[in-house]
């Protein structure tokens, strides 16, 4: 598999997989072998969910298969950021008090990305507890910029942005409250919208008051489509 698929948008990756140019596993498996491979210098994945993932795109690739309506962004992988919750997959929110934390089920915003089709690769750095611009959790590896590994990725959602660029994912998840979408993107050249309040919802639990979901990708399209 060529790593020129790697830095296809996410609504094309979406639209080979429906017309079967690709499948939701070869794709899983193109992101998990960069990963693996890029992923100990950059430090933009806190959390690798290797088996989770490739899970999901088996049941993406036989649903796929058995016809039927299916979710505008299925079997394409995804990253999501280490603040929010995820069923089954570690969730330190940068803090080594929680280095071993695996939830038990989704917050709100992952189970929408979930319900959108979205295979999820692994959670994204972010500073503890988020409230830096710069992506380095004392107890983790720091995230590094794509562009040049002895400057910052930015943050809080920079573990997001460094992914994106070095072709770590095709689209991604983040947040933002002051800059922590917007900085990362101007510092790794990505695009990113942190959303008008309540445009995200949270429901059924409260908003944050701080900070607000938000998409990020490499092309406006992707990031569009990811907020709809």
């Known amino acids: 598999m060529s790593d020129d698929l790697a830095f296809v948008s996410a609504l094309d990756q979406a639209s080979m997989v429906r017309s079967h ?8 498996e193109l992101y998990l ?51 929010n919750d995820t069923a089954g997959i570690r969730t330190t ?12 089920r989704d917050d709100a915003v992952v189970a929408k990305i979930r319900g959108a089709g979205f295979v999820i690769l692994g959670k994204t750095v972010a500073p503890e507890f988020g409230p830096l611009n710069v992506s380095e959790p004392p107890a983790y590896p720091p995230g590094r910029n794509p562009w040049d590994l002895e400057r910052s990725c930015g943050g809080s959602s920079g573990g997001a942005a460094s992914a994106l660029v070095a072709g770590l994912c095709p689209i991604s998840q983040g947040s933002d409250g002051g800059g922590s979408i917007r900085n990362p993107s101007s510092w790794c050249g ?29 092309t406006v399209a992707d990031t569009a489509a990811l907020l709809d």
Request: aromatic share 6%.
């Open 190 to 218: 990505s695009y990113g919208i942190k959303p008008s309040r309540s445009r995200v919802s949270s429901a059924p639990g409260p908003d944050s008051f701080f900070s607000i979901n938000g998409p990020m990708g490499r």
């Open 33 to 83: 072998e960069r990963i693996e491979r890029i992923n100990p210098r950059l430090g933009a994945y806190l959390t690798v969910a290797a088996d989770h993932a490739l899970d999901t795109a088996r049941l993406a690739e036989k649903a796929l298969g058995d016809g039927g309506d299916l979710p505008e962004f299925h079997g394409v992988p995804i990253s999501i950021k280490d603040l």
């Open 93 to 104: 929110h940068g803090t080594a008090a929680w280095s071993e934390r695996i939830p038990g």
């Open 21 to 28: 140019e690709v499948s939701p596993v070869e794709l899983a």
